[in-house]
């Protein structure tokens, strides 16, 4: 891991502050502020950035590149709860009490991170309520995504879930293509298994299935255009 320390002046505000949603209503000076408080790390591949049951001290907002947040089962399978990318953040369980990690992070990719040490956001927090609702926002929108895999798991079919996740990295991360809408699978065919609860075989299958049928196309191992979007919510 490397580190560098205070300003993030390199990050020109753009990366570290405006870009960052619950930052997003702070005024230029306001947003100097913020900067001033932040620390950054470089995270590489398959490095870990949190450890479940480990001490909270700093909020982590991904500056650039993407973070798996996972736990294991009882059975030592990785379950994969939240994919992080930039602007995204996580360590909020400690902001107003002490507490530990309740899953592991790592880099998926050459990470940098941005970190507010505990203390100081909360200082940001009582000069700019804002901040305050643009994070209960977001933790309720976490909590909405989480109560509705839970469900699906429970009344959908692994091909449904699969389509879902699909449509889901689509809105996050995808590109306009004159066949339709062109992303990066953040993950690998058994990280996406863990990330709906199937099997890895399931998971292959039906994305086979999806191409014959000219509802994707997958280009590689990790490219996939959605051609019929429609298709995918039925």
Known sequence: MKSGNGGCLHCSHQLCAKRVPIFSALEEKELSQVVDLILRRQYEKGEMILLEGAELDSLIIVNHGMVKAFRYTEEGKEQILYLFSEGDFFGEKNLLSRGEATYNAEALERTHVCMIRNEDFQELLRDYPEISLKIIRELSA????????LQSMGTKNAEARLSAVLLEFAGKYGTSHPEGI?????????????YIGAARETVSRRLNRLQEEGIIDMIGNKKI???DKNALKL
Do not use: H, M, T, V
């Not at 976490?142 to 895999?149: I, S, V």
């Open 225 to 227: 255009i959605i051609k």
């Open 182 to 194: 062109q992303f990066d699978l953040p993950f690998s065919r058994e990280g996406i298994a863990n």
């Open 142 to 149: 976490r909590l909405d995504r989480l109560e509705g895999a």
